[in-house]
């Protein structure tokens, strides 16, 4: 399976979103450990294999967070598949994840599947409605946690704030739950504070939306994220 342990600080593309080649470059050459493609609406088979081909020229990882089967391409380092934990829907946890695999089981290489764990928690987001989730509370989300380690025994458990910048103390208090699970955190980015912030508790920063609002502040965030692992006492 692909192994995600080596990763610090990733950068999240989406391909419904405008990227010049020039920008996609600083991306790509930043000292980031991986991009992930992946968004919510209005991802199309054209215009992920396109984000992809554009991606293919430099030599870094980069992966699908698979959000439709429609737009499935071929090509990438893996596949990153969410369940999405707090969904009211059990289509999000299993039925789109079944009818993927009925698809596509003959070209499927399981080794590069990844499932997630998601933990939606901003109520404002696409994500949150389009999954029908509802808000869990603190003690909610250390379940799910403690669910996607010791029930599903996941590799992955996402807290997803996108768009909003999270509670670090509650990122802080999963952490402490996982041993074996990594925490991916992502939502909110928009400083290289926020970002050293989130990485003194999570495995992996995820940052996004500040990739098109302000790219400086959003490449920045790579050697914040770096800085902070590299500290005595930091997670590895």
């Known amino acids: 399976m692909y192994n995600i342990s080596e990763w610090d600080h990733v950068f999240k593309l989406d391909p419904n979103k405008t990227i010049t080649d020039a920008e996609l470059k600083k991306i790509c050459t930043s000292g980031t450990d991986a991009i992930i493609v992946g968004g919510t609406d209005g991802i199309t088979f054209e215009n992920v294999m396109d984000l992809q081909e554009r991606i293919e020229a430099y030599d870094i990882s980069f992966v699908l967070e698979v959000s439709d089967i429609e737009a499935i391409t071929l090509g990438f380092d893996a596949y990153f598949i969410p369940l999405v934990l707090n969904s009211g829907d059990k289509k999000w946890m299993i039925d789109v994840q079944h009818q993927a695999i009925k698809e596509y089981a003959d070209v499927i290489e399981w080794e590069d599947m990844l499932p997630e764990g998601y933990c939606v928690l901003n109520p404002e987001a696409k994500v949150f409605k389009r999954t029908d989730c509802s808000l869990p509370d603190y003690e909610d ?40 699970t990594s925490l991916v955190y992502g939502g909110g980015i928009t400083s290289e504070e926020q970002a050293s912030e989130m990485a003194a508790y999570a495995d992996v920063i995820v940052v996004g939306d500040v990739i098109y609002d302000n790219l400086e502040v959003a490449l920045k965030t790579v050697e914040a994220v770096k800085s902070m692992k590299m500290k005595d006492g930091g997670p590895s």
């Open 141 to 180: 989300v250390l379940a799910y946690a403690r669910m996607a380690e010791h029930i599903f025994r996941l590799p992955v458990f996402y807290m997803e704030y996108s768009g909003t910048y999270g509670n670090p103390g509650l990122v802080k208090d999963v952490a402490r739950e996982l041993k074996n």
